[in-house]
């Protein structure tokens, strides 16, 4: 099967930067993905890394190591908005549709 | 452009008894998944529906059933409810020839507790 693992909580002030890490472990790789949610909300897509190397949005960005089978999100300039939960998430190689999502990273930002 | 909606919001149902719990995915999308989401945890994969056909299905029993109608909208059937089946329900929304990047458009949820 497929597992990926967080760390359960991360806290940072308000205009730092903070890393969240996963690691995953999977019998096929079709790329790694990272979603939002707010207490409350609904998971929403920030980025998607299906080759090796940096993907930058904005103040988001997320890095793929396939080798390491490693990735991670890197949140810049952080605001109090960004207090949320953070999952990373690969695609089940047993059927491309289904999502297989990490046990998630809540971000505390204090001012 | 309305985003992906889920009903109801929040519902109280007894061990035993059935729910049934809707979505409307994002216009334009034509492929509807459901997920499952347990207090503090990830997301869990129910099963995906395209072409009003189950497309896949995780780990989850045949309590679980579901429905695509022709105007993609879709319905999630739990029968025989067991305490262990308070959650959060997702639905997700995605086109079918944007599958790769994994890009799903999420509902905000029904909340199901089982009492």
């Known amino acids: 099967g497929q597992s990926l693992e967080q760390p359960s909580e991360v806290t940072a002030v308000e205009g730092a930067i903070v890393q969240i890490n996963c690691t995953y472990q999977?019998?096929?790789?079709?790329?790694l993905s990272w979603y939002q949610q707010h207490d409350g909300g609904a998971p929403t897509f920030l980025s998607y890394?299906?080759?090796?190397g940096l993907e930058e949005t904005g103040r988001f960005s997320s890095f793929l190591s396939r080798s390491d089978s490693y990735g991670y999100l890197l949140l810049q300039e952080l605001q109090m908005k960004d207090s949320a939960s953070y999952f990373c998430?690969?695609?089940?190689?047993?059927?491309?549709?289904?999502?297989?999502f990490g046990t998630g990273t809540r971000l505390l930002v204090s001012p | 452009d309305a985003g992906v909606t889920q009903s109801p919001t929040h519902l109280i149902k007894t061990r035993g008894q059935q729910v049934t719990l809707r979505c409307s995915p994002k216009s334009g999308h034509d492929t509807v998944s459901w997920y499952q989401q347990a207090l503090g945890q990830g997301p869990q994969f129910i099963f995906q529906y395209y072409e009003e056909e189950e497309r896949q299905r995780g780990n989850f029993p045949d309590r679980f059933s579901g429905h695509q109608f022709p105007n993609y909208s879709s319905e999630l059937n739990v029968n025989a409810l067991l305490l262990g089946d308070s959650a959060l329900y997702l639905c997700a929304s995605s086109l079918e020839t944007n599958q790769i990047t994994g890009e799903l458009f999420f509902g905000e949820g029904s909340r199901l507790t089982v009492l």
């Open positions: 998430a690969v695609r089940d190689p047993t059927g491309f549709q289904k999502l297989v």
């Open positions: 890394n299906g080759l090796d």
């Open positions: 999977t019998s096929g790789f079709y790329g």
